[in-house]
Nanobody, 117 residues
């Protein structure tokens, strides 16, 4: 059974920084993509950033230059460094693990990020 445990959310003023962490446990297949998605109130869930096992990355245009995704394969962990936060970044952030070869996808429970103006 795969579990994803997130941490690092909270309340921060605009312009501030937060770092989200997600640790995966269980039967993790090495060829996976890990990432972060978010859902703001009244909006659909959207991709924030993803990173492959080979560390290729992809970012939403709205966070490019402000957010950095990274991973530690030895720890089965993924991180999201968020700088220059804006009120529009306020959302529940979800960790995602995608294993295409096994056609399996897993989600964390979500962590709230609130940016005050």
């Amino acid at each position: 059974q795969v579990q994803l445990v997130e941490s690092g959310g909270g309340l921060v003023q605009a312009g501030g920084s937060l770092r989200l962490s997600c640790a995966a446990s269980g039967n993790i297949f090495v060829l996976n993509t890990m990432g972060w998605y978010r859902r703001a109130p009244g909006k659909e869930r959207e991709l924030v950033a993803v990173i492959t096992g080979g560390s290729s990355t992809n970012y939403a245009d709205s966070v490019k230059g402000r957010f950095t995704i990274s991973r530690d394969n030895a720890k089965n962990a993924v991180y999201l460094q968020m700088n220059s936060l804006k009120p529009e970044d306020t959302a529940v952030y979800y960790c995602n693990l995608d294993i295409p070869l096994l056609r399996r996808e897993y989600w964390g429970q979500g962590t709230q990020v609130t940016v005050s103006s």
